[in-house]
């Protein structure tokens, strides 16, 4: 299962040890001018950057990103690390819990168990980018009312699911919406309470 | 109706609630800082035995990494003072882990190196290259081992008062001579809390001897102690924020290995250190509910009255620290006996140190009480709510002290009438609907109302604004909006104008949230500090103004702008005149726990659980299908958190009763259920609606507001209730948890 190799095989990421080898443990006596001062450069930095990065272009809460991007950065990392988007939680990194549920395209989605760059060209909702200005989303503002939450950590996630719910079609019932809820985890136990605000917004009959 | 009547009582929307669902709350791994680096821990892969070498080259070289520290060249920690026993000795009674310190390995993930580099992926990345070989000795992690060397803890050997100690009221062992009796075995496997946000902290040394630590804590001053301690530095000098909490349920009120590594990691690359767990380390290495054995012996009357008990319970715990919870309290103190006597052991393994979790050993005590309870109603042929009304105390049997308040009687009358306990039928497996069986069953739960020291710090802004500060933290239960409720109540301001600030270490002192004892022990040090600011005021108003000299504190108003009296609204204080004779404006006040009443009277909070479950013949399958639980906990301050709280706690006995358990490959010394996958917890198609019903009346003797706490019987009893239902619907007496469908096919 596990093909990593122990060493990167890749041919930069060798150039790149090579350099920092040569720097680190024995640049000073033993290596030539030149490396020392690609070391001192940064210039293994900058190798890596064009090189292990792709470009990738995403739209996310109505604004868009030109960004440069490792392969290997799920979406979740790429908000909550590099965009301090930090709205959107990490709770299990395996799609388990669906603290980082997002929508793409407006599906929802575990963004834990997407590479940001399988979604190139896409557009990106966040718990951020919900609420119109000031004005709390009517999920948002039952989640509220109804105290859809404790500690509130896997509340972006869970309100995120529950519009998408709402939006698919699946709020039809207290047990439907158990049953397509049940993908986003809440060990504070407020189930009762987040059904609760779903079919307020459900039976409201705003726009979701 | 009365201004101080308004908002304590009420469904106050919590006040943090629009941070909270627009993403705007900031947990400790979502600080920024300037040059911020990422922490990935690497763990042993033995259970037991000694490090001999760690090869961290191909880590140190790969891209981005600032540091690879191991014990071989991890910066000196001056609180890891040696232990000056043989190393080769595992300790009984010992400390905390000492991370990086030594080569021994005491379980398995132990962390043993932590890779820094400049971005996540980058750290993860080498922290797989990290290869170490070990000198492995034989481990023992199977419990039914450890049994067989179960020991006193020191602190029953210290102190024979100690809860943990052995206890005795009549004599020991009673049961056995009597004629109507049962013995019974009870486990429970380990839990994991599973918080949703994976512990994590960002540690920050600003300069080489002050520390700021953003982490997952549930008390900031706890964490600021332990690591000052541990770094040899002046408590002022740490300082720890904890604003939100992801849910805890215990595994944050103690300091673990990941904090001790991530701060060794910034000492290490003077940089910022970002430290987030993986879901298998939540397992690990940051405690867990301990694999407990229990034993209870019970006889009784004919008439149904309770002759002797006795409970003994064996917890597990780690080699290196031990780790006590009172796991037969409620035995001691429920029921009416002449005779009851308890015991209670650890048994020490290869694995590492548990931690108290949400309604820690009495949850555990009350599954073998309560449904040794429902055995033996049913041995007597009486309905389990009748027997233990023939064997209610009026007084605490433990010590014969008067209850500061117990209500649980109108508990059992409540629930019972709430989910139709008269549909009950006394012989199992006669109740069906359709292919599913259908029973009933209750559990009682209890946990000390306990009220300790605390300060509040209070302070009155130009604009009108009061601002409170404690260094309390909330996990979850909605602490800021209860404290907002007691000082709007206290001031005769609307919560809007007040501004509670907490989850800080230099706010004024507070205790650790835990143990149910927030709202008793920061409530009245708020409401106090609320009152005694209104007292400075009008002190000082009255300086220049005899209408203010004359009146009492309780006349005096907050208008927009100015201080006012009840009556007299020509009386007028600007606050920015009042204001200017003082430094600030700030309020200090401590609160002090009420040692007398604690002497005078016995303090629990009471709940009963009373639960429907349908039971799948075929397949084994439980659902439970209706949940009603029921507190006496004092005043009510908030009626919409206390009972999410409450169903939240029903929601966590679910998981405890039908799915939680750390299962252990004892080969291998690892847990198997590393994630979310395999470690199940409730759903949301696993939760029924759950019932909340509070008796709400106010104990006289706890504190002013007559608050008694509701954190932890929310799910003490749940799980018994649960199992006793099972029960009444199949006849099958599950008594190892969870209770899964292999158990009933």
Request: glycine fraction near 8%; include cysteine.
């Amino acid at each position: 299962m596990n093909t990593e190799p122990d060493l990167p095989a890749n041919h930069d990421e060798a150039r790149r040890n090579f350099l920092k080898q040569s720097s680190l443990l024995t640049a000073l006596a033993l290596v030539p001018g030149p490396v020392v001062e690609a070391a001192a450069q940064n210039l293994d930095e900058r190798v890596a950057s064009a090189f292990e990065k792709v470009p990738l272009k995403l739209e996310i809460n109505g604004k868009k990103f030109k960004l440069d991007v490792e392969p290997r950065t799920t979406l979740l990392d790429l908000l909550r690390e590099q965009l301090h988007l930090t709205g959107t939680k990490k709770g299990c990194d395996y799609g388990q819990c669906g603290a980082c549920t997002v929508h793409v395209d407006g599906q929802r989605v575990n963004s834990c168990l997407s590479f940001a760059v399988m979604h190139e060209g896409k557009k990106i909702t966040t718990i951020e980018g919900l609420a119109d200005g000031d004005k709390l989303h009517p999920m948002q503002a039952a989640f509220v009312k109804h105290d859809g939450f404790q500690c509130g950590y896997c509340t972006p996630g869970q309100i995120m699911s529950a519009v998408a719910c709402v939006r698919e079609g699946h709020a039809g019932s207290e047990a439907e919406i158990r049953e397509y809820m049940s993908g986003n985890i809440c060990r504070c136990g407020a189930y009762t309470n987040i059904v609760a605000a779903i079919q307020e917004v459900k039976n409201g009959g705003q726009k979701v | 109706m009365k201004p101080q009547d308004k908002h304590i009582g009420g469904t106050l929307n919590r006040v943090d609630g629009h941070l909270k669902v627009t993403g705007a709350a900031t947990y400790s791994a979502e600080y920024e800082l300037p040059g911020m680096s990422y922490a990935v821990l690497v763990g042993s892969t033995i259970a037991k035995g000694r490090i001999k070498s760690i090869d961290a080259r191909a880590a140190e070289r790969a891209p981005g990494v600032l540091a690879v520290i191991t014990h071989f060249n991890s910066p000196k920690v001056p609180g890891f003072t040696p232990t000056g026993k043989d190393p080769s000795q595992p300790q009984t009674v010992g400390g905390r882990l000492k991370v990086f310190h030594d080569d021994l390995v005491r379980f398995n993930d132990q962390p043993i190196a932590v890779v820094v580099a400049d971005t996540l992926e980058r750290a993860r990345f080498a922290a797989r290259l990290v290869k170490a070989e070990y000198a492995a000795e034989k481990h023992e992690t199977d419990m039914s081992a450890g049994l067989k060397q179960a020991f006193v803890p020191t602190q029953a050997k210290k102190n024979p008062k100690s809860p943990v100690a052995d206890y005795v009221r009549g004599t020991a062992d009673a049961y056995k001579t009597g004629t109507r009796r049962l013995e019974a075995e009870y486990i429970i496997p380990t839990e994991v809390h599973h918080p949703m946000e994976l512990q994590s902290i960002i540690a920050h040394w600003e300069a080489p001897d002050r520390l700021t630590l953003y982490d997952k804590t549930q008390g900031t001053l706890a964490t600021r102690r332990d690591f000052a301690k541990e770094w040899n530095l002046p408590e002022e000098n740490v300082k720890v924020i904890a604003t939100f909490v992801g849910g805890a349920f215990g595994n944050a009120l103690h300091s673990w290995p990941h904090e001790s590594a991530a701060i060794i990691a910034a000492k290490k690359v003077n940089r910022p250190v970002k430290l987030v767990l993986t879901r298998e380390q939540m397992t690990t290495m940051v405690g867990y509910r301990p694999h407990t054995w229990q034993k209870i012996g019970m006889s009784a009357s004919a008439d149904g009255k309770i002759t002797a008990i006795t409970h003994e319970a064996t917890g597990q715990t780690s080699s290196y620290e031990e780790f006590t919870e009172s796991t037969v309290q409620q035995t001691r103190m429920m029921y009416e006996s002449p005779n009851v006597n308890t015991r209670y052991r650890l048994a020490a393994l290869d694995v590492s140190t548990p931690i108290w979790m949400r309604g820690p050993g009495e949850a555990t005590g009350a599954f073998a009480l309560e449904s040794a309870m429902d055995e033996m109603a049913y041995l007597l042929n009486l309905d389990p709510l009748e027997f233990r009304l023939r064997n209610y105390t009026d007084k605490d049997p433990e010590n014969g002290k008067p209850w500061s308040s117990k209500f649980l009687k109108e508990c059992y009358q409540m629930g019972a009438e709430r989910i139709g306990w008269n549909k009950r039928q006394l012989k199992p497996g006669s109740l069906r609907d359709g292919e599913w069986l259908v029973g009933y069953g209750m559990g009682v739960g209890t946990f000390g109302a306990h009220r300790g020291s605390s300060k509040a710090n209070v302070r009155l802004l130009p604009n009108g604004t009061v601002v409170l500060q404690s260094a309390v933290t909330d996990i979850g239960p909605g602490t800021g909006t209860a404290m907002t409720q007691i000082a709007a109540d206290a001031l005769g301001l609307p919560p809007d104008k007040i501004r509670f600030e907490w989850g800080n270490s230099q706010f004024a002192q507070a205790p650790t949230q835990g143990g149910s004892a927030i709202v008793n022990t920061v409530g009245p040090a708020v409401q106090e500090a609320c009152m005694a600011m209104k007292e400075k005021l009008r002190t000082m108003a009255g300086a220049s103004n005899a209408a203010f000299a004359s009146a009492r504190k309780e006349e005096v108003v907050f208008a927009d702008t100015y201080l006012t009296l009840n009556g007299n609204p020509g009386a007028r204080a600007s606050y920015a005149d009042l204001l200017k004779q003082t430094d600030g404006g700030f309020v200090t006040v401590e609160s002090k726990p009420n040692g007398e009443n604690n002497q005078k009277y016995s303090m629990y909070s009471f709940s009963v659980h009373f639960a429907e479950v349908r039971v799948n013949p075929l397949t084994g399958e439980v659902r439970v299908s209706k949940l009603v639980s029921c507190a006496d906990a004092g005043t009510i301050v908030n009626q919409k958190t206390a009972g999410n709280q409450m169903k939240g706690g029903a929601v966590g006995g679910i998981g405890m009763a039908l799915m939680e358990a750390a299962v252990m490959d004892d080969r291998f010394g690892r847990y198997v259920t590393k994630d979310l996958a395999d470690y199940h917890v409730p759903v949301q198609a696993d939760a029924p609606a759950v019932d909340v019903l509070f008796v709400n009346q106010p104990d006289p003797h706890v504190n002013a507001l007559g608050t008694k706490g509701i954190g932890e019987i929310a799910i003490i009893g749940v799980a018994p209730a649960i199992a006793n239902a099972v029960f009444n619907a199949t006849g099958k007496r599950i008594r190892e948890l969870p209770i899964t469908p292999d158990k009933l096919v």
